[in-house]
């Protein structure tokens, strides 16, 4: 059984940076790919970082250039490293492990989640 545990969140201030980290067991965590996504209170659950298999990364435009996703197949862990964090970062985030590409755009496996972290930025 794939189980999927995040940790890293907390509190900041504005331009102030966070590390997330993703856990994986249960799979061989270097033939999957593995997306990170956030929810704010009442929106939906959004993909924000993706990276495949082979390394490649993805990121959607409001995270371009502030945040980093990457993985250590040795540690069956992703990162989501988190620079110049902005009030509109605030959100839970979760990992999500072994979905699908489709149009190059990584899908959630819906068995594979994790239980999320906070990150909250504020003054």
């Not at 993703?22 to 704010?40: E, K, P, T």
């Not at 250039?65 to 985030?93: H, V, W």
């Amino acid at each position: 059984q794939v189980q999927v545990v995040e940790s890293g969140g907390g509190l900041v201030q504005p331009g102030e940076s966070l590390t997330l980290s993703c856990v994986v067991s249960g799979s061989i965590f270097s033939i999957y790919h593995l997306g990170w996504f956030r929810q704010a209170p009442g929106k939906q659950r959004d993909l924000v970082a993706q990276i495949t298999m082979y390394g490649k990364t993805e990121y959607v435009g409001a995270v371009q250039g502030r945040f980093t996703i990457s993985r250590d197949n040795d540690k069956n862990t992703a990162y989501l490293q988190m620079n110049s964090l902005r009030p509109e970062d605030t959100a839970i985030y979760y990992c999500n492990f072994g979905g699908s590409l489709i149009g190059g755009t990584y899908n959630p496996n819906p068995y594979n989640w994790g239980q999320g972290t906070q990150v909250t930025v504020s003054s």
